[in-house]
Structures are given as C-alpha cells and as structure tokens.
Antibody, heavy 121, light 106 residues
C-alpha cells in the first residue's frame, strides 16, 4: 500500500525557517516524481514544487521561488521541503504528492495526509 | 501561466441527482486534466486523469470529458459519500488547480 507521511509542520515566526519531510513507503520511491502542494485554511489547492525521480529537475511556483528548496533522498525514501523567509501567507497545510509510474503523465496519484504550517508572531 | 476556472463554485443537489461541474482553461491544455475529490480535513483523492480516464477503484458513476479548454466532471447519480469539494487541475504546463466546486446537500 502506498503511504506518504508528512512531518515537520508547526508554528514559526515570520522570517523563520522550517523543514518539512515526507516519508514514503509501499513503492519504489526512486522511480517516481514528487511534488509539494499546499492549502491555506479554507482555501483551494496550490502547487508549490516538483522534483523528478532522480532529483535532477526541479520547479517552483513563483510564490515560493528563492525561499523554498525541494530535495529528496532516494536511499532514505524521503522528500523534503526547506522553507526559509516564511511569511504569513505561507500558512497552510502542506501535502506531498506522488506522480504516476508513467512519467509522460504528471497528475498527482497519491497524497499524504498533510502537515500544518502556521506562520505567526 | 494557465488559469483554471471552475463553475459553479457551489452546487446544491440531492441524492440520485445527475451533477455536472465545468472547468475551463485559459489556453489549450489538450487532455492534460485531472479531477480530485476532497472531503473536510482530508487529502485530495484522484478521480479522473487525462480528462476522461477513471482512476482505479473510483466508482463508475464518475466520468470526465472534454479537451482543449473546456472540461466536465459528471456524477451520474449522486451518492451520500459524494458530498465534497471537487477540483480540476491542469498538468500541461506546470500545475494549476481550479478554485474548487463544493457539492452540498440540497
């Protein structure tokens, strides 16, 4: 069974940093593209960042470019999101999401349960 | 950037109703469109990919259609478990979600 478990969320002050993790199991992690998606309280879904299966290709939404860094450790079956210079508008539930095995497609087939990040003084 | 616009934002319906949600893209995305269902406090769940392909395990009352810039998600006979918020997502150029359609009990 595919499992994605996020951790690392919490309360942080504006300008602070936080590192999110996503532990993957039930599939060959190194074969799949991964993403971070966030959802502000009461709002819709917003794609945040993408990383290819090898880690060689990375994309960011304009809203986080230069502040967030996505990475992965295929040996540890883990995905990460380093978030720096956090702002109030970064407050959201952050989900990790896995793509399908067919890399010609890039929808989000499986999602974790999410971790809440609150940016407030 | 490709913008996705869903309509309606809220839909009131009864069990057994046929429900249709529309999603429009600001430019052609071919068939690179997915639909997700989200219930309160839960992660989104994939329903449809490539505009009309049903994800494994999703009930056949869900169907998707369209290509280019206009797409629809149809629930043929609404069930109690289907009251939720639905999002479309384009994946032709990066990833963009629609604003969501909440299906509520009439």
């Amino acid at each position: 069974e595919v499992q994605l478990v996020e951790s690392g969320g919490g309360l942080v002050q504006p300008g602070g940093s936080l590192r999110l993790s996503c532990a993957a199991s039930g599939f060959t992690f190194s074969s799949y593209e991964m993403n971070w998606v966030r959802q502000a309280p009461g709002k819709g879904l917003e794609w945040v960042s993408y990383i290819s299966s090898s880690g060689s290709t990375i994309y960011y939404a304009d809203s986080v470019k230069g502040r967030f860094t996505i990475s992965r450790d295929n040996a540890k079956n883990s995905l990460y999101l380093q978030m720096n210079s956090l702002r109030a508008e970064d407050t959201a539930v952050y989900y990790c999401a896995r793509g399908p095995i067919d890399s010609s497609e890039s929808y989000f087939q499986h999602w974790g349960q999410g971790t809440l990040v609150t940016v407030s003084s | 950037d490709i913008q996705m616009t869903q309509s309606p934002s809220t839909l009131s319906a009864s069990v057994g109703d046929r429900v249709t949600i529309t999603c429009r893209a600001s430019q052609s995305i071919s068939s690179w469109l997915a639909w997700y269902q989200q219930k309160p406090g839960k992660a989104p769940k994939l329903l449809i990919y490539k505009a009309s392909s049903l994800e494994s395990g999703v009930p056949s009352r869900f169907s998707g259609s369209g290509s280019g810039t206009e797409f629809t998600l149809t629930i043929s006979s609404l069930q109690p478990d289907d009251f939720a918020t639905y999002y479309c997502q384009q994946y032709n150029s990066f990833w963009t979600f629609g604003q969501g359609t909440k299906v509520e009990i009439k």
